[in-house]
């Protein structure tokens, strides 16, 4: 947008700015923005702040929260597992919820989550299972965020990406995670574009580190914060990491620098996010009532252009018929002395 936006600066206001722009796109059926309008929403009613842990498949994402987690909750394996949405926060009590696309709710042992998140227990989620559930008491001190694992993007099983991609509107502090080998593609980058549409607050969390000797680790490093640096300034902040032993370090600077700080201002980040994502969405929906503008005024011009050239060729076709009037008006003026001289 040309001009800058006030942006809201309570959940109140953020709701009369989506009520206004859901107004719009309904008059003017702007059926793009629906899903991006429904995740502000979602995003606005929400108590706490989730951390997304997002990227390609077999990038260690589940790893990674199982290590947060200090337990297997998640399934992981050596090929694409992970098939739908699960929320994982903290509760007094361990529970786990199933949500069905239907509505239906249903309570099982955290044990069993599997036979819902699993690809090979749910291949293509047969079972329409909407997302997932967890609280865990292992959770408390970060109590005010919520952890949500992600299908893989990119593997072969394209509703894995497209479960993904639906829930990006919703995300509040983004956690790309990217495997070393390779240690940033450009399908990251596009990634990143894409979440930066709707949060600011976006982290590289460079996975599997320990694959590599100490040397190799510091030039991969160097490598994606040149690229990183590259694209978004000031940067995206890249944390290391890995589940092996002896790299405790690797997870205690994760949580000192982005996660315990997460938690300590939750309430704070999560404002700033709404305002980003309703301050993308105003500016976005302005850009398709001014695009639907000119296109109209396009429209009306080549309207009247194409008048002109009707009424043009009405005249052309007029003047020719005026002309053959008279070239037969002519003819039969003289045909008679004609045939008689002829005769």
């Known amino acids: 947008m040309s001009e800058a936006v006030t942006l809201p600066a309570t959940r109140a206001e953020a709701l009369d700015a989506l009520h206004v722009v859901g107004e719009l796109c309904e008059r003017y ?71 069905f696309k239907n509505g239906r709710t249903e309570q099982v042992p955290e044990e069993r989550i599997s036979a819902f998140i699993s690809e090979t227990e749910n291949p293509e989620n047969f079972k329409q299972v909407e997302r997932v559930r967890v609280e865990l008491p292992e959770l408390e001190r970060y109590r005010g965020i919520r952890f949500v694992d992600t299908p893989g993007l990119e593997s072969v099983l394209r509703h894995n990406t497209e479960a993904s991609l ?16 390779p240690p940033l593609s450009q399908h990251d980058i596009e990634l990143i574009r894409n979440l930066s549409r709707y949060t600011p607050n976006i982290a590289l969390l460079l996975t599997k580190v320990d694959m590599l000797n100490e040397l190799e680790r510091s030039q991969v490093q160097n490598f994606v914060e040149q690229q990183l640096a590259r694209y978004w300034h000031p940067p995206v902040p890249l944390f290391p990491y890995s589940t092996r032993a002896g790299f405790e370090h690797l997870r205690a600077g994760l949580d000192a620098r982005l996660l315990s700080q997460t938690r300590a201002n939750a309430w704070e980040q999560h404002r700033g996010i709404l305002r980003h994502k309703v301050d993308t969405l105003v500016a976005e929906c302005s850009e398709y009532l001014t695009l639907a503008l ?39 003026a003289t045909s008679r002395s004609t045939f008689a001289t002829l005769l």
């Open 29 to 99: 059926q702007i059926t793009a923005l629906d899903a991006f309008r429904d995740g502000c929403a979602a995003f606005a009613e929400e108590e706490s702040l989730n951390v997304a842990v997002l990227g390609r498949f077999k990038a260690g994402k589940s790893s990674f929260l199982n290590h947060l987690f200090g337990k297997p909750l998640l399934p992981v394996g050596v090929v694409p597992v992970t098939t739908v949405v699960t929320v994982v926060e903290y509760g007094a009590q361990s529970r786990a919820e199933i949500v």
């Open 294 to 332: 000119k296109a109209a005024e396009v429209d009306s011009s080549e309207r009247g252009e194409l008048r002109r050239r009707i009424l043009g060729e009405k005249q052309h076709l007029e003047d020719t018929r005026q002309t053959l009037r008279l070239a037969a008006r002519h003819a039969a």
């Open 166 to 181: 639906d829930w990006l509107p919703k995300v509040g502090l983004a956690l790309v995670a990217v495997g070393v080998d």
